[in-house]
């Protein structure tokens, strides 16, 4: 307690607002880093949107190669082979010739 009571009498009154000073931009300069909008925040914001672009180009891909099925069953431009293999994927037919395994 002594200890304590020999350092507040040495404080000086000229020390005060420079150490104040210091934390105040410690305070800023941690949440610069670490904050909701700090450079953390934006590296994860960033990673997040990289992810997104991935995911969206897959799902593009998958809408285009849709799409290029369904044009093939146009009245217009009809495969007969695509119309065939979905009639008996509907209708659950099969040639006469053909083994049918049924996988639960």
Same mark, same amino acid.
């Given at each position: 307690?002594?200890?304590?009571?020999?350092?507040?009498?040495?404080?000086?009154?000229?020390?005060?607002?420079?150490?104040l000073?210091?934390?105040?931009?410690?305070?800023?300069?941690?949440?610069?880093?670490?904050?909701?909008?700090?450079?953390?925040?934006?590296?994860?914001?960033? !990673?997040?949107v990289?992810?997104?672009?991935?995911?969206? !180009?897959?799902?593009?891909?998958?809408?285009?190669?849709?799409?290029?099925?369904?044009?093939?069953?146009?009245?217009?431009?009809?495969?007969?082979?695509l119309?065939?293999?979905?009639?008996? !994927?509907?209708?659950?037919?099969?040639?006469?010739?053909?083994?049918?395994?049924?996988?639960?």
């Amino acid at each position: 307690m002594k200890a304590l009571r020999n350092i507040l009498t040495k404080f000086q009154p000229g020390v005060f607002l420079p150490v104040l000073g210091v934390f105040v931009v410690l305070y800023f300069a941690y949440y610069f880093v670490q904050g909701d909008g700090g450079i953390r925040a934006l590296l994860d914001y960033e !990673a997040r949107v990289e992810k997104t672009k991935v995911q969206l !180009a897959k799902v593009k891909a998958k809408r285009e190669r849709l799409e290029h099925r369904v044009s093939l069953l146009r009245s217009d431009s009809l495969d007969p082979d695509l119309l065939e293999e979905r009639a008996r !994927a509907v209708l659950n037919f099969a040639h006469p010739n053909e083994i049918a395994i049924i996988i639960k």
